[in-house]
């Protein structure tokens, strides 16, 4: 069974600071991996998606990183801002069993606090 | 363009009570997804939808109920409501082209819902 961590839980960082999200799973069998920004009493946001052939993928100030074998991904936000602050889901792409769609599997995520 | 759309946004329930939850998208996506999010953990897939008429169980189905009579709506029916129900309930949908494109999923505001 496919498992998704994300440590730590989580980071409290001052403005201006580059930081580093980590994001592990345990089996490589996924189609994409996904990056999510979630604002508090919000639904998900869609940040950056990186399909299985790839090894990064850049917007703005955000840069994502994955290594399939080592079942690890990372998201690189630059000069971070108070605006930054959020809670971060990574979730992994797998088959369903049925063969007809892909489930996501997200970690329980990292909220993440840019001090002014 | 509203994508996905999600009410009611609050709700509180009776225990044995029972209610529908309200998903649409105006994207043209085929696939559609309802998720759960307890406190401080990742979403779970509850069940999904490949398109109209064609719906399967997704990680925890229990107590739970889908229909897909149109391709753009989703509904998600809970029957006789207990506690353990309570949680954020999240819509999703994509688009997934053969075999299966990397499109990401799309998600709702979210539902929250309290069963006392």
């Known amino acids: 069974k496919q498992e998704v961590t994300q440590i730590p839980a989580a980071l409290s960082v001052p403005e201006g600071e580059n930081l580093v999200l980590n994001c592990s799973f345990t089996?490589?069998?996924?189609?994409?991996l996904q990056w999510f920004r979630q604002d508090p009493g919000k639904g998900l946001t869609s940040l950056l998606l990186i399909q299985s052939s790839q090894r990064e993928q850049t917007s703005g100030r955000l840069n994502a990183s994955l290594d399939k074998s080592s079942g690890r991904s990372t998201l690189y936000i630059a000069a971070s801002q108070p605006g930054d602050s959020a809670t971060y889901l990574c979730?992994?792409?797998?088959?369903?069993?049925?063969?007809?769609?892909?489930?996501?599997?997200f970690g329980s995520g990292t909220q993440l606090t840019v001090l002014p | 363009n509203a994508g996905v759309t999600q009410t009611p946004k609050f709700r509180i329930l009776k225990i044995g009570q029972s209610m529908t939850l309200q998903c649409t998208q105006d994207?043209?996506?085929?696939?559609m997804y309802w998720y759960r999010q307890d406190p401080g953990m990742g979403l779970k897939l509850i069940y999904y939808?490949?398109?109209?008429?064609?719906?399967d169980k997704g990680e925890v189905p229990n107590g739970y109920n889908v229909s897909r009579s149109t391709t753009e709506d989703f509904p998600l029916r809970l029957e006789l409501a207990a506690p353990s129900q309570t949680s954020v309930y999240f819509c999703a949908s994509s688009y997934s082209g053969q075999p299966f494109g990397n499109q990401p999923q799309h998600f709702g505001d979210g539902t929250r819902l309290s069963i006392l």
């Open positions: 939808s490949v398109g109209a008429g064609i719906t």
């Open positions: 089996d490589s069998a996924i189609y994409n």
């Open positions: 979730a992994v792409s797998i088959l369903l069993s049925s063969g007809s769609a892909r489930q996501l599997t």
């Open positions: 994207m043209n996506h085929n696939y």
